[in-house]
Structure formats: structure tokens, C-alpha cells
């Protein structure tokens, strides 16, 4: 949909004019330690302004988390994105581990947001999908 969606119950994504934003369920027992998320392709926060949609397979930004050197989610990102202002040199980008604490169980969730590159200042880009290989 054209806010987000809820996909197989395990990853639950939204968006806003500026950013995407992913939840990737993951097995309890998980610590920070044990996570790895890398963001490969994306764009150098002064170039936010400058993105060019195109239609070559190797031209988005590639992403995957890795739990315990496993990976669990991967995959391409139907759009451009930029790294943060404050981004340092590398691939890796900031993320959190969150504890929901249910009635019948708790769930941990790694939340990762993608901030929107657009081709010129003021334009809205709204995605169809969080990553290239799943449904719109």
C-alpha cells in the first residue's frame, strides 16, 4: 500500500515523506552484539537533492541484516536513499534492537529507517515496496 503493509507477519514497513521505515522481527535471545546492518550504494547525505531513479538492476542500494553472521533479511531497495548527515566513512548505518513486551510472549524487532533521495528539493517520492524482491 501506499503508507506501508504488514508482509508475512515477521517484517512490517511504513513511510513518510522523508524516510521508509523497517521492522524485521527477530528470534528472542538476540543482542546487539549479535547484529550486523550494512547498507551498500546509498547516497552521500549532499547529494539527497541529486537522485537519479534508474532502470539498471545494479543501480539501487543493496541492504542486508545478518543475526549471528546468518543472514535474515536481504535485498535490493527500489529507490534511492542517503546515508546521515553525521554518516562516517563505511557501509554500516545506524539501527536499533526494540523489546514489545505482549500478554503472551515478548518480540524483539530491529527498526531501521532509510531516509528518501529525491531529484531535486520539495519532491515527494513514494515507495511501492521497502525491497526490490518483495510484493507491491
Given at each position: 500500500?501506499?503508507?506501508?503493509?504488514?508482509?508475512?507477519?515477521?517484517?512490517?514497513?511504513c513511510?513518510?515523506?522523508?524516510?521508509?521505515?523497517?521492522?524485521?522481527?527477530?528470534?528472542?535471545?538476540?543482542?546487539?552484539?549479535?547484529?550486523?546492518v550494512?547498507?551498500?550504494?546509498?547516497?552521500?547525505?549532499?547529494?539527497?537533492?541529486?537522485?537519479?531513479?534508474?532502470?539498471?538492476?545494479?543501480?539501487?542500494?543493496s541492504?542486508?541484516?545478518?543475526?549471528h553472521?546468518?543472514?535474515?533479511?536481504?535485498?535490493?531497495?527500489?529507490?534511492?536513499?542517503?546515508?546521515?548527515?553525521?554518516?562516517?566513512?563505511?557501509?554500516?548505518?545506524?539501527?536499533?534492537?526494540?523489546?514489545?513486551?505482549?500478554?503472551?510472549?515478548?518480540?524483539?524487532?530491529?527498526?531501521?529507517?532509510?531516509?528518501?533521495?529525491?531529484?531535486?528539493?520539495?519532491?515527494?517520492?513514494?515507495?511501492?515496496?521497502?525491497?526490490?524482491?518483495?510484493?507491491?
Open positions: 500500500s501506499r503508507n506501508g503493509s504488514n508482509i508475512k507477519n515477521i517484517l512490517y514497513w513511510q513518510d515523506r522523508y524516510s521508509v521505515t523497517l521492522r524485521q522481527q527477530v528470534p528472542e535471545g538476540v543482542a546487539s552484539k549479535d547484529i550486523v550494512q547498507l551498500k550504494g546509498a547516497l552521500l547525505y549532499r547529494y539527497r537533492h541529486n537522485a537519479v531513479i534508474s532502470t539498471k538492476p545494479d543501480a539501487y542500494p541492504f542486508f541484516i545478518q543475526v553472521g546468518i543472514p535474515i533479511l536481504s535485498g535490493d531497495i527500489p529507490y534511492p536513499c542517503y546515508f546521515e548527515e553525521d554518516h562516517v566513512q563505511g557501509d554500516f548505518m545506524d539501527w536499533t534492537l526494540e523489546t514489545l513486551h505482549g500478554q503472551e510472549r515478548t518480540t524483539k524487532y530491529i527498526t531501521i529507517t532509510f531516509f528518501k533521495a529525491v531529484p531535486m528539493e520539495g519532491v515527494t517520492v513514494w515507495w511501492n515496496r521497502p525491497l526490490q524482491h518483495l510484493p507491491e
